[in-house]
């Protein structure tokens, strides 16, 4: 995922595309000289590092630390495992590592990691993603809802086991 905030050009669980690694730098080389801003890589969960080192080094960036001006980190709890959402606050965007998904047939799904230990903390978490002025779903696995994404998180939410 890529964001050009107010203050540097940010990049969440980046994968570069295999088979596409010039086209894909051609462009993102381009972006990141036209803005001159630092690049910064976030991720939603340790498992999604995928390329970021590889662009950290390529662009000097950091990896992790505060988000951009207009981006929140809401943490994800109720297992050890580190797992965060950052809402992109100008686009009313959400982007996610597992804990939403959308399945082959755009249906939007609420994940559980295997390692929750304390649900009532998980259920904490959704709430405070669901007091989020969302428009826009951002899946790590799945394709992005773009359209009444709140609504159908409610709906995901409601229907899950």
Sequence with gaps: MYHEAGDATMLVD?????GEE????????ADIERRGLPVVILLTADWHRRSADELAARY????????????????????DERQVAYFIRPH??????EIFWVDVDGELHVGRSPALERPD?????????????VERLLVSHGEPV???A????????????
Excluded: N, Q
């Design 146 to 148: 773009l359209e009444d």
């Design 14 to 18: 980046p994968l570069v595309p295999a």
């Design 22 to 29: 010039d086209v894909f730098f051609r462009h993102l080389d």
């Design 92 to 97: 009313a965007a959400l982007v996610v590592a």
């Design 60 to 79: 000097d960036a950091r990896i992790g630390g505060e988000p951009p001006t207009g981006v929140e980190e809401i943490a994800v709890e109720g297992a």
């Design 121 to 133: 903390e998980l259920e904490a978490s959704l709430d405070r993603l669901m007091a989020l002025p």
């Design 150 to 161: 709140k609504a159908r998180m409610a709906e995901a939410l409601a229907r899950r086991e």
